[in-house]
């Protein structure tokens, strides 16, 4: 592995780095206070192709690398995780299912509208009884002439009530347990598909959470991803993606929360110097840096083995598990150093304190992911 970044993974970074500092910081504390879903923003950065990373340029894609990808991620969530979190589920999540597993008549009908950004993803796997145990969906599908006819609910869904194209997962045979599972590319605006409650969150405040209700909606047999019982498999995989992206938002927040330490010691004073000279102080941003730079180098091997088309499935829940607990302690530790300061809204690490507990939770726990890895360590060939 090459570790001196290509001239377009530089490129690429800089020009993110660019926009999040001239159209994201003056307005993240804004759409933080309000909740309100950042569509301009969004709208930006899909005509500047990031909607759509690493999609094929005939699907409208921007046909990045995945390194260049996860480059961009932790640019954006460097100055504002929320639009970090919205590009990267609808890049790895939605599209990504339909790109992985779709037919080619799918990913020519709903790809091009979402890799530009005029057609928002969403991807419904949580339901209210089960998260981590996902296996233990409650939404049928039930086979119905030329279709299926849905039923049920989804909770946590990222993008849910400003998506215009959902993947839903759904049991279509309750005797085959995850076998029975299935999953569908379910339009907007269908008959019995309605928005339930959004969310009121703790941090990632416009980054759209919503829950998602079915009541006899009818999708047609076209829209089926794959065949009748493979959607878990897909959506482990699905995850697998998603996680890698996870990972480098993790890295984004915990450097946003390490640059923003330095340049508060650096200016705030006591006891008659710098906080920057108090050893105290240095020995937190050097474990901050030195957890930042672990964190990326496995993030970006994740990567890097998922373009090589490698198995990348316990090296992206590594980076995953470790980034994300990474990120918690840097960001902790950034408030700390800022003491009541940090406590505040007019600096950023009050937000980002309250952006990052989300990475240890979504794209599975930290729970889960060490016993994913232990799995892939004590017993390779189940898994």
């Known amino acids: 592995m ?4 290509s001239e377009s993974q530089s490129a690429v970074a800089k020009a993110v780095r660019d926009f999040a500092e001239k159209e994201m910081r003056p307005v993240v504390m804004a759409y933080d206070e309000t909740q309100e879903f950042p569509h301009a ?11 759509g990373m690493t999609w094929p340029e005939d699907l409208g894609g921007a046909a990045l690398g995945d390194l260049e990808a996860v480059a961009v991620i932790e640019e954006l969530a460097r100055v504002d995780p929320s639009i970090a979190l919205t590009v990267a589920s609808h890049n790895s999540l939605c599209t990504g299912h339909i790109m992985l597993f779709g037919s080619e008549n799918q990913k020519k009908k709903f790809v091009p509208g979402l890799a530009s950004g005029n057609v928002l993803g969403a991807w419904g796997l949580t339901e209210p009884g089960s998260g981590s145990d996902s296996g233990g969906m409650r939404t049928t599908a039930r086979r119905e002439g030329d279709g299926w006819v849905l039923n049920g609910s989804k909770t946590f869904i ?3 009530s400003v998506a215009g194209t959902y993947v839903i997962m759904a049991v279509t045979d309750s005797s085959k347990g995850k076998k029975g599972i299935s999953a569908f590319i379910v339009p907007a605006g269908l008959r019995g598909f309605t928005i339930g409650k959004k969310e009121n969150k703790l941090g990632m405040r416009s980054s759209d959470t919503a829950t998602l209700l079915f009541d006899g909606v009818r999708v047609p047999d076209e829209n089926l991803i794959g065949k009748p019982g493979y959607g878990f498999p897909q959506a482990l995989a699905v995850l697998d993606g998603g996680r ?9 927040i915990a450097r946003g929360a390490l640059e923003a330490s330095i340049a508060y010691a650096k200016e705030r004073r006591q006891f008659g110097k710098a906080l920057a000279e108090f050893q105290a102080i240095q020995w937190k941003i050097a ?3 030195t957890e ?3 964190a990326r180098l496995l993030t970006q091997r994740a990567a890097w083995l998922k373009s090589r088309g490698e198995p990348f499935s316990l090296a992206a829940s590594k980076a995953k598990y470790f980034a994300s ?9 950034a408030v700390q150093i800022h003491g009541g300061y940090g406590f505040i809204k007019e600096f950023p ?15 599975g726990t930290s729970e889960v992911l060490k016993m994913i890895i232990a799995r892939h360590l004590l017993n390779p060939t189940h898994v």
């Open 292 to 294: 930042i730079n672990a």
């Open 287 to 289: 474990d901050m840096a």
């Open 349 to 363: 690490v009050e937000k980002l304190y309250r952006d990052v507990k989300l990475m240890t939770i979504g794209e």
């Open 158 to 160: 990222t993008q849910g």
């Open 325 to 333: 607990e990474a990120a918690v302690r840097a960001a902790g530790e």
């Open 244 to 252: 890698i992206g996870i990972a480098a938002l993790s890295v984004g």
């Open 2 to 5: 090459e570790f001196t970044p």
């Open 41 to 51: 923003v969004v709208r930006k950065l899909g005509e500047l192709g990031f909607m």
